[in-house]
Each structure stands twice: as C-alpha cells, then as structure tokens.
C-alpha cells in the first residue's frame, strides 16, 4: 500500500502548475521509495520537459528494473536534457529483468534509442546479450554499430570474431576502428591478424593505427613487412603505433628501418624509436641514438639514455 508521502506525491504531480510539479519531485529526491515508482514513471511523460528529466534522475536512483520500459521510451524524449538522463539512467541498470527490456529496445525505431540500448547491454555483462548485439551490427545506422562493438568488446566472446571480421570492410571508419579493438581484445590472433594488416592501408588514419595496435599483440610474422611499410605514413600515430608492434614482435630485421624515425619531426615517433631500438638494435645504432640525448624534447632525451644503457648492457655474440 502507497505511503501517505507517496499519495502527497502523486496529488502533488497532478497539479496543473508545472513548478509545483518540479518542486514535488525536487523535494523527493532524498527520500524516494519503491511505493513511488508508478507516479514517477507517469510523470516521466509529463508536458513539462523539466518534470520527465527530474522524474527519469528519480527512477535511475530507484534502480527497480521495471521502471526500464519509461526510461528507453525516454531516450526518444524531444528535449535533450531528457535523453541526457535517460543516457545515464539506462547503463545503472543490472540483474534479472533488466536484459529483456534492453534486448527488445535494439529493435526501437529510434536509432537513439537502439544505440543507447546496446550502451546498457554492455554494462550488463550478460551473455544472453550476445544476439542482440549481433543483429546490431547490421543496423543501418552506424552509431548503434558502433555501441553494439563495443559492447561486444566488453562481453569478451570469441564467438563474434565471424561478425566482427565482416565489419573490417564497414562503410564507417569508427566501426571499422572498434571491430579491430573488439577482435584484438576478444579473439586469437590466429582468427584475425591476416585479415587486419591490409587495414594499415585504410584510408582513414585512425583505423590504420588501430590496426598497428592491435598487430602489435599478434606475434604474426606476416605482420613484419605490412607494419615496416607503415613507418612511411603521412601520419605520425600511425608510424608510432608501427614502432611501438614492431619493438613488441621482436623484428630485428625492422631495425633499418626504424633508424631513420630517429629524425623523424613528431617527437612522439622519436621518443618511439629509440627505445625500439635500444631493444631491437646493437652497438650500430649508438650513434644514432647518442645524438638524441642532446635532443630538445625531454621525453625524447629520456628514451635515448634508456636505449643507450641496455645496449651497454648487452653482451656481443
């Protein structure tokens, strides 16, 4: 049976001045209840765009998973301040009952709504998410593939390699970035770095250094020559990600190759090089990287010293 502060609520959200309504809800904020969820899902359709926001804010504080239905239909609000709240509202959301209002919101008309569903499927953790999130991939919008990704990521399931590798070929670089992310942090190298290393030829440099990245994990020796070509790159992340794969694989046969990054004008790819080499190198890159000590970037000089230390620390063979 509702309280007497909770029917003092709902009377106070039926009267037609929409402060009042705001005050009412402002004023539960510090003792809402459970008795309250039916009013505050009412008023989280309320004309007032103030009133729906503070009743959503209440409902995430509540937690109950049966005020999730009033919260994605929010996430569709006209007003953003509303969405706002819905957004945050719906990644609080865990346990039983909370995967099927979700899984059903990936099919809303929404795209908004149908991203910000695969946004609470990941925090949920549950693998009973897993194919909803794959019939996600495939929405025509690409924010919502984008979320379903990720969210796939964090779910970390070898069975969405086949899915995800299909995405490498996506029309949306930042979907093509994640898939990378997802697949080199769920799956084994074996499954993907052969159909990864031509996307350090992409033509967004964002993806190409998420390819590197993730290369970088993969031991694949087909990898070596397609990374050595991405130390060509117009963009200095791309050429330090290759760096940074190179050093991480071991490929000794790179160190020509890195020798001249020691020049390079991004600091960044500098401070890079030098400690590829001064794991990769021997006593032939000294002077290369005895020059950089007197380098202008303090990073740069740092790395050096570094390199310079284990290569006098390395016996000769």
């Not at 510090?30 to 009013?39: E, H, K, N, P, Q």
């Given at each position: 049976?509702?309280?007497?502060?909770?029917?003092?609520?709902?009377?106070?959200?039926?009267?037609?001045?929409?402060?009042?309504?705001?005050?009412?809800?402002?004023?539960?904020?510090?003792?809402?209840?459970?008795?309250?969820?039916?009013?505050l899902v009412?008023?989280?359709?309320?004309c007032?765009?103030?009133?729906?926001?503070?009743?959503v804010?209440?409902?995430?504080?509540?937690?109950?998973?049966?005020?999730?239905?009033?919260?994605?239909?929010?996430?569709?609000?006209?007003?953003?301040?509303?969405?706002?709240?819905?957004q945050?509202?719906?990644?609080?959301?865990?346990?039983?009952?909370?995967?099927?209002?979700?899984?059903?919101a990936?099919?809303?008309?929404?795209?908004?709504?149908?991203?910000?569903?695969?946004?609470?499927?990941?925090?949920?953790?549950?693998?009973?998410?897993?194919?909803?999130?794959?019939?996600?991939?495939?929405?025509?919008?690409?924010?919502?593939?984008?979320?379903a990704?990720?969210?796939?990521?964090?779910?970390?399931?070898?069975g969405?390699?086949?899915?995800?590798?299909?995405?490498?070929?996506?029309?949306?670089?930042?979907v093509?970035?994640?898939?990378?992310?997802?697949?080199?942090?769920?799956?084994?190298?074996?499954?993907?770095?052969?159909?990864v290393?031509?996307?350090?030829?992409?033509?967004?440099?964002?993806?190409?250094?998420?390819?590197?990245?993730a290369?970088?994990d993969?031991?694949?020796?087909?990898?070596?020559?397609?990374?050595?070509?991405?130390?060509?790159?117009?963009?200095?992340?791309?050429?330090?990600a290759?760096?940074?794969?190179?050093?991480?694989?071991?490929?000794?046969?790179?160190?020509?190759?890195?020798?001249?990054?020691?020049?390079n004008?991004?600091?960044?790819?500098?401070?890079?090089?030098?400690?590829?080499?001064?794991?990769?190198?021997?006593?032939?890159?000294?002077?290369?990287?005895?020059?950089?000590?007197?380098d202008?970037?303090?990073?740069?000089?740092?790395?050096?010293?570094?390199?310079?230390?284990?290569?006098?620390?390395?016996?000769?063979?």
């Amino acid at each position: 049976m509702a309280t007497d502060t909770t029917s003092e609520l709902q009377a106070a959200l039926s009267d037609p001045d929409a402060t009042r309504r705001q005050l009412a809800l402002i004023d539960r904020a510090d003792d809402v209840g459970i008795d309250d969820l039916g009013a505050l899902v009412a008023a989280a359709s309320d004309c007032d765009p103030t009133v729906r926001r503070l009743a959503v804010g209440l409902l995430e504080e509540l937690g109950d998973v049966r005020a999730l239905p009033a919260i994605v239909s929010a996430l569709a609000d006209s007003d953003p301040g509303v969405r706002e709240a819905a957004q945050s509202a719906v990644r609080e959301f865990r346990g039983q009952g909370a995967l099927a209002p979700l899984v059903a919101a990936t099919r809303h008309e929404h795209s908004e709504v149908r991203e910000w569903a695969a946004i609470g499927l990941r925090e949920l953790r549950d693998e009973g998410a897993m194919s909803a999130l794959l019939a996600a991939l495939t929405d025509p919008v690409a924010a919502v593939r984008r979320a379903a990704v990720v969210s796939l990521a964090y779910l970390r399931s070898s069975g969405s390699a086949p899915a995800l590798l299909a995405l490498l070929d996506d029309d949306d670089p930042g979907v093509r970035r994640l898939a990378i992310a997802a697949l080199a942090r769920n799956s084994n190298p074996q499954t993907w770095a052969l159909r990864v290393a031509p996307r350090l030829s992409d033509e967004n440099w964002q993806v190409r250094a998420e390819a590197a990245r993730a290369l970088a994990d993969s031991r694949a020796p087909e990898a070596v020559s397609p990374l050595v070509r991405a130390l060509g790159d117009d963009h200095w992340q791309v050429i330090k990600a290759a760096v940074v794969a190179l050093d991480s694989m071991g490929a000794r046969a790179s160190v020509p190759h890195l020798l001249p990054l020691l020049a390079n004008p991004a600091p960044d790819v500098r401070q890079a090089a030098a400690e590829a080499l001064g794991h990769l190198g021997s006593e032939a890159v000294r002077s290369g990287l005895s020059q950089l000590t007197a380098d202008g970037d303090v990073e740069v000089r740092k790395a050096a010293s570094r390199a310079l230390d284990r290569l006098g620390n390395v016996q000769p063979t």
